[in-house]
């Protein structure tokens, strides 16, 4: 069983400070995606990243796929209010003719004015 | 936005009832969905469908039993719903890479 783990589980930051969220595996992901979730929705997706070592970055947000496709981290800089939420991340096995995704346990981020 | 509805968005029913939960898409995905979200456990799939009438079980299947009659609509059905299943359900579809999920139906059994 392909398992990721996400660390931290809960974070609580006051406005403008910078921090990293990690999801990590043990199992190789052909692609790697992360959502952010809401009170009271559904996930929303923020990036899929495919390549080995791929980076890429969303305004204040910058994700990174590792070199082994086995880990990846979101780093957000200059953390809003509205940056609060649920941050999961989910990977697609390499044979994902099924089109399963694989879900961390999420990380729930506080940001306090 | 892939415009997927869940009906209904909150339900509280008995033990022992049956209860079905609908997801409708209007974006012609093929596959479709169910997820629980449960405190510690993140999202764990359910059932998925790849296609009308065609339907295969995930992780957390047993007490589950689903149907997909329509391309655009995909349903879950508790046979006899336990304290257990008390729990927020998504569905969602799938994109080239991405999935696209629903509001989310909170189910609680009593």
């Known amino acids: 069983t392909q398992l990721l783990e996400q660390s931290p589980q809960f974070l609580s930051i006051q406005e403008g400070e910078n921090l990293t969220v990690y999801c990590n595996s043990s199992s190789v992901f052909s692609s790697l995606q992360w959502y952010r979730q809401e009170p009271g929705e559904g996930p929303v997706l923020l990036v899929t990243?495919?390549?080995?070592?791929e980076v890429k970055k969303l305004k204040r947000l910058t994700f990174q796929f590792g070199d082994a496709r086995k880990d990846s981290s979101l780093h957000i800089t200059a953390a809003q209010p509205g940056d609060t939420g649920l941050y999961l991340c989910a990977g697609a096995p390499p044979s994902y003719n099924t089109d399963k995704l694989i879900f961390g346990t999420g990380t729930r981020l506080q940001v306090f004015p | 936005d892939a415009g997927i509805t869940q009906s209904p968005r909150h339900k509280v029913t008995e033990t022992g009832t049956p209860v079905t939960l609908r997801c409708h898409q209007t974006e012609n995905h093929r596959y479709m969905y169910w997820y629980r979200q449960d405190p510690g456990h993140g999202l764990r799939l359910i059932h998925y469908s790849y296609g009308v009438k065609d339907t295969d079980k995930g992780e957390v299947s047993d007490g589950y039993s689903v149907s997909r009659s329509k391309t655009e609509d995909f349903l879950l059905t508790l046979e006899s719903a336990t304290s257990s299943q008390t729990s927020v359900y998504f569905c969602?579809?799938?994109?080239?890479?991405?999935?696209?999920f629903g509001p989310g139906t909170r189910l609680t059994v009593t």
């Open positions: 990243v495919v390549t080995g070592g």
């Open positions: 969602a579809t799938q994109g080239a890479y991405e999935q696209y």
